[in-house]
């Protein structure tokens, strides 16, 4: 069973920086994409961002400028930058991986909560 297992999250100041870590139990090249997603209270999960396995990135309209992620081969973690959080980034991320046959995993998320 894949595990992801994502960390960093926690109390950011509105225009501040934090940094979400994922993990994988297995190597990277399994998946075709992997990514990050959030889920605010009382809304539905969005897409944040994702990196494929060649290294090309998409983003969400909403973090695009302000997010980066980016992903270590030799670690098997993929990170997301979070640069000038806004309060409305407030919510649960969630790292998940996808392999080409459509199969795909869920970490159990971290928590970020962005202060005004």
């Known amino acids: 069973q894949v595990q992801l297992v994502e960390s960093g999250g926690g109390l950011v100041q509105a225009g501040g920086s934090l940094r979400l870590s994922c993990a994988a139990s297995e190597n990277f090249w399994s998946f075709n994409y992997m990514g990050w997603y959030r889920q605010a209270p009382g809304k539905q999960r969005e897409l944040v961002a994702v990196?494929?396995?060649?290294?090309?990135?998409n983003y969400a309209d909403y973090v695009k400028g302000r997010f980066d992620i980016s992903r270590d081969n030799t670690k098997n973690t993929v990170y997301l930058e979070m640069n000038g959080p806004k309060p409305e980034d407030t919510a649960v991320y969630y790292c998940?991986?996808?392999?080409?046959?459509?199969?795909?995993?869920w970490g159990k998320g971290t928590l970020v909560t962005v202060s005004s």
């Open positions: 990196i494929t396995s060649s290294g090309r990135t």
């Open positions: 998940s991986a996808k392999r080409d046959n459509g199969q795909e995993y």
